[in-house]
């Protein structure tokens, strides 16, 4: 046996200390620094949820999404719950992640992706369901990218994945019937409320949304002018929109709808992650969580 020598001790620690860190560094490896908005990880999202085929009612990919995105908010250390609805026979599911208590800020995001591709002129292409990469699935990979860039000490966050969003207009059904189901069964109301809707095509420009509310819409352009989006945030009004917001605003919340609407592959089969932009989920991605980061939420 031979002892060994102090420097041998002193580089033994070292090499402990080392392995402890890199240890440290694996175990949080979906947890990375606070205020660092992985776009690319956003975008390996899109691809997964995309994969996993189209998000429709009742089908197993309805399922398979809802597991892949409670699990990945559950492995950011969100604490995760689903909530069942029902509107005439169906049923549908919002997925709901929280730190903190309600009645901060609360996030969303639909999840479900449209039944029927009906902006297709081909009639047997529009019977098809949509791909949703950006209207469903962008928004969805902000959220579960933004559970890894918000500041989770001393916050009060809601992270909101509404179901049903995207069947209006077929027979039997309606549009927002998650985020109307949501706000029928809330208790406490968010100060804040922030929808992302369409958030991932190239070169998406967002404009104020007519049903918003101004202040804050003023609060998230600024933050994106600041940090150098004025190319995909213009001040100005363009757009009015039945979307996942408006069940907060009919509350009195303020609330606000980030929403790219000059797709031109929306409701189409053209809807694919071929068409997601990684600068646009990074520019809203940066946009929101900044925005998150240097507003008060907590709760007294
Ligand atoms: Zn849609």
């Known amino acids: 046996m031979i002892l060994p020598d102090r420097k041998s001790i ?53 399922q398979k999404a809802r597991d892949y995105i409670a699990g990945n908010l559950t492995e950011s250390g969100w604490v995760v719950t689903e909530q069942t609805f029902t509107y005439n026979n169906i049923t549908g599911t919002n997925i709901i992640a929280s730190i903190g208590k ?25 019977i098809l369901p ?6 469903g699935a962008s928004g ?5 990218e933004l559970a890894n860039c918000i500041q989770m000490d001393n916050n009060n966050i809601q992270l909101v994945f509404f179901d049903l969003e995207d069947q209006g207009n077929i027979p039997g059904w309606n549009w927002i019937l998650g985020s109307r189901a949501f706000v029928d069964k809330m ?10 809707d369409m ?8 404009y104020y949304e007519v049903n918003s509310n101004e202040a804050v819409s003023t609060e998230i352009w600024e933050t994106a002018h600041q940090l150098g989006y004025r190319n995909n945030f ?13 069940p907060f605003v009919e509350r009195g919340i303020p ?34 969580c900044h925005w998150v980061n240097n507003t008060a939420t907590q709760v007294p």
């Open 187 to 196: 208790s406490v109301s968010p100060t804040k409320m922030v929808l992302l």
């Open 102 to 126: 309600p009645g901060g800020i609360l996030l969303a995001a639909h999840y479900d992706s449209r039944m029927v591709a009906d902006k297709e002129s081909d009639p047997a292409k529009a």
């Open 140 to 144: 969805t990979a902000i959220l579960l």
């Open 234 to 246: 213009i001040k100005a009004e363009k757009f009015s929109v039945l979307d996942d917001h408006i």
């Open 130 to 135: 949509v791909p949703g990469a950006n209207d």
């Open 10 to 62: 002193q580089i033994g620690l070292l090499l402990a200390m080392a392995v402890s860190v890199s240890a440290f560094f694996l175990y949080n490896r979906n947890r990375p620094e606070d205020g660092i908005f992985d776009e690319m990880a956003a975008f390996r999202h899109i691809s997964a949820l995309e994969a996993i085929g189209p998000r429709v009612p009742n089908s197993d990919a309805h």
């Open 255 to 288: 609330a606000v709808d980030i929403i790219g609407l000059d797709d031109p592959n929306w409701h189409t089969l053209a809807d694919t992650k071929e068409n997601i932009s990684t600068s646009t989920l990074k520019a809203v991605g940066n946009t929101v």
């Open 199 to 206: 958030v991932g095509a190239k070169d998406a420009r967002f």
